[in-house]
């Protein structure tokens, strides 16, 4: 690392006068430097939080010194009182159970379709002609957009909330995996077959680790979205959930309780995010990227 | 097209082509015509110019020639091994599970590890690729093709991106995984020296066919300074179309 570092210095002062030369070389190649000169750099202990924690700092700051209104937007300290008082008087509790069994449902069934639709579609001719394009005809099509007609379909029930959440799961997994298998080196291919690789394992050994950093990039954007169509269903003919209890909140102008809704949505958010990222760091660990 | 038959004239001859042709365009066949026989055991260098068809026929006897078309018969043995010019080791998969990839049965993960000690490689089963040197790399694939005991090992220029020291050090390397699983090897190389210190015997490919080839006679360790290495290297020099030897070795290398 350090010896790479020092000769692309070299060779990159070099174009320089030929006395600073001298003294560049000498003066910064004698200990290694900390960090690459291009590149993000280190990783900062939990930078992932810096920028929440800026965005609450404000939040507090705004509310404290009245700048915010508390009926426009509750203080922070309003909505953890609330939130917690939800939380004793036992509200809160069942509706989060319910949103989480909805997420949980509608992701692990959307994470399965979208995965199996990339397999089939990346791996065959045929099956990308016959997956492909419906796919990218639902990927412009909005959930919202859906929703009246999945209504009508499947009636009010949870069957027509898990449909709706898979949906919009299923698309960037079947995105960003079959682009990543598609990426592949066709040299492994090549490899494999000298190898003599039964199709089994091909898919097992080569395709789906392959693929993997980009099914990872799906999985991102799939707990998002899992996320956000929640909150759509939850708001509209819902009996339960944290949606239905924003929505509730809205009728009587409950300002702190529908801020203690959004604050769940981001904080679950960002923590099924968070365990995503950590699973990439682990389950990427073969890899040396600018991230490292 | 070419038949793949299984290995019913292994036990005489590992590789039997007759009247190859290969193209991938119309107006230049690359093949035109090649006969090639290869004993079980031997070690054939295969020399040749830039575009002379040396790759050509490496990826035809390995199968790997889809997108060319031509005609011809190809005998090769059933167990075939490739040993490629990048080490092709799957960055996600760590070496020993590299070296035993697609192999079935219990004793695959013990003969992968002796493979990987007789490479010189021991200890380092759990490590990345990554983390390993480009000759490492190397070793890693040479322990991958020798752990499915092929009758036919098929290297294509399997040392031209290493440094010059590394590839001497590999060719001792090679040479004596040779003598000890006698394979039938056909190794693809630019480098005249690298042919003549490890083969049996020299091909010169030209214009599709084999121009010329030379039987390797040098007893004991085969030393560059000798004269009669020196001989044969000014004998394929000019059979490559090179005057003059050994200068233009030094400039070629």
Redesign the interface.
């Known amino acids: 690392m350090t010896a790479v570092d020092t000769e692309t210095r070299e060779t990159g002062s070099g174009a320089s006068p030929p006395a600073s030369h001298d003294e560049a070389a000498s003066g910064r190649a004698s200990k290694p430097r900390g960090k690459r000169r291009l590149g993000p750099g280190k990783a900062i202990p939990f930078g992932y939080l810096v920028g929440p924690l800026l965005l609450l700092g404000i939040w507090a700051w705004g509310s404290a010194q009245g700048w915010i209104d508390p009926r426009i937007l509750s203080a922070p300290w309003t909505v953890a009182a609330t939130g917690w008082d939800l939380w004793e008087s036992g509200r809160l509790g069942p509706d989060l159970l319910v949103s989480a069994r909805r997420f949980a449902l509608g992701l692990t069934i959307g994470v399965l379709v979208g995965l199996v639709l990339a397999i089939a579609s990346g791996l065959s001719r045929w099956g990308e002609a016959i997956v492909d394009g419906p796919v990218q005809i639902k990927r412009s099509i909005p959930n919202l957009a859906l929703l009246p007609l999945l209504l009508l379909w499947f009636g009010i029930d949870e069957r027509m909330k898990i449909i709706t959440i898979v949906l919009g799961v299923l698309i960037p997994i079947y995105i960003h995996t079959h682009n990543g298998l598609r990426s592949i080196d066709g040299?492994?291919a090549?490899?494999?077959?000298?190898?003599?690789?039964?199709q089994g394992?091909f898919i097992g050994?080569?395709v789906l680790?392959?693929a993997?950093p980009g099914f990872l990039l799906g999985m991102r954007f799939a707990v998002t979205s899992s996320w956000l169509s929640l909150v759509v269903v939850e708001q509209v003919n819902a009996t339960s959930g944290i949606g239905y209890m924003m929505l509730l909140a809205g009728t009587y102008g409950q300002t702190d309780i529908i801020i203690v809704g959004l604050v769940l949505y981001a904080l679950l958010g960002l923590g099924s995010d968070t365990i995503v990222r950590l699973i990439q760091r682990r389950a990427l660990?073969?890899?040396?990227t600018l991230e490292d | 097209m070419a038949t793949h038959a299984g290995g019913l004239t292994a036990t005489t001859a590992a590789v039997h082509i007759r009247d190859l042709h290969r193209s991938f365009t119309d107006e230049s066949p690359v093949l035109t015509g090649l006969d090639l026989d290869i004993e079980a055991g031997e070690f054939v260098a295969l020399l040749g110019r830039s575009g002379s068809g040396k790759s050509t026929l490496l990826r035809a006897l390995?199968?790997?020639d889809q997108d060319a078309f031509g005609t011809g018969e190809i005998t090769v043995p059933h167990q075939?091994?490739?040993v490629?010019q990048?080490s092709?080791l799957?960055?996600?998969?760590r070496v020993l599970?590299n070296v035993v990839?697609?192999l079935e049965g219990g004793g695959a993960k013990a003969r992968g590890k002796e493979a990987l000690a007789e490479v010189g490689l021991a200890g380092r089963e759990r490590a990345?690729?990554?983390e390993l040197s480009g000759g490492e790399q190397q070793r890693v694939a040479l322990a991958?093709s020798l752990v499915?005991e092929p009758e036919l090992l098929l290297a294509d220029e399997p040392f031209g991106a290493l440094d010059a020291l590394t590839r001497i050090k590999m060719h001792g390397l090679l040479r004596a995984l040779y003598e000890r699983h006698r394979p039938a090897v056909l190794l693809v190389t630019h480098d005249v020296d690298e042919a003549i210190v490890l083969a049996d015997r020299v091909l010169v490919l030209d214009a599709g066919k084999v121009a010329s080839e030379v039987r390797i006679e040098l007893e004991g360790h085969r030393d560059p300074s000798d004269p009669r290495f020196a001989a044969i290297r000014t004998e394929l020099l000019a059979a490559l179309g090179l005057a003059g030897g050994v200068e233009i070795t030094q400039e070629e290398s």
């Open positions: 040299r492994y090549e490899l494999a077959e000298t190898l003599r690789l039964s394992a050994r080569v680790p392959g993997l660990s073969w890899r040396r | 390995a199968g790997l075939v091994s490739v490629f990048d092709r799957l960055p996600w998969q599970s990839l697609g990345w690729p990554r991958r499915r």
